[in-house]
């Protein structure tokens, strides 16, 4: 008699513990099923801002943002890409810390505008970026930078895009 109750004990604590892995290996799928659907449906909550044209504003190792030709893609989301705004030079002092980035960027179907400032200097600088061109035949490296204005004075930025009809506001 006693040995029935001590297996009916242990297959109890048996079913309970395969019950809890069950529901842990449930819980573990539910987990990664919703971080690989979140780089299609959230990519902002993975920090990546798609500005169009392959071009993206990503939340940086060591914080602040940067705004990247995308190489790195999976799904919606860019984890890495040729940095744009700042340049590198820029975004970091010769200690490593980091100096600019980027405050904020909006974006229309030809057109993206940055503001970036510097923790060191506090100077803003301001970015219009033309998206109208060929991915194809032209590389990060050696076109967009052709393609990104660079202004240091809000008045200047404020004509210029007036003066190209960018009609994107803050």
Request: proline fraction near 2%.
């Amino acid at each position: 008699m006693k040995s029935f109750k001590n297996k009916s004990l242990f297959f109890n604590i048996s079913k309970i513990i395969i019950k809890i892995l069950g529901i842990l290996v449930i819980i573990v799928l539910l987990f990664i099923g919703f971080l690989f659907a979140s780089e299609w449906i959230f990519p902002k909550m993975h920090g990546s801002y798609n500005l169009g044209h392959g071009i993206y504003m990503m939340e940086w190792d060591g914080g602040g943002r940067v705004i990247v030709y995308g190489t790195s893609i999976s799904g919606n989301t860019c984890y890495g890409g040729t940095p744009l705004i700042p340049i590198y030079n820029d975004q970091y002092d010769s200690l490593g810390r980091q100096m600019e980035y980027v405050v904020d960027a909006k974006s229309d179907k030809h057109w993206i505008i940055a503001k970036t400032n510097n923790k060191i200097t506090h100077q803003k600088k301001f970015y219009i970026i033309d998206k109208d061109f060929n991915a194809q035949e032209k590389t990060a490296e050696n076109t967009l930078p052709i393609q990104i204005l660079n202004y240091n004075d809000s008045l200047d930025f404020a004509k210029a895009c007036n003066n190209k009809g960018i009609k994107i506001n803050w």
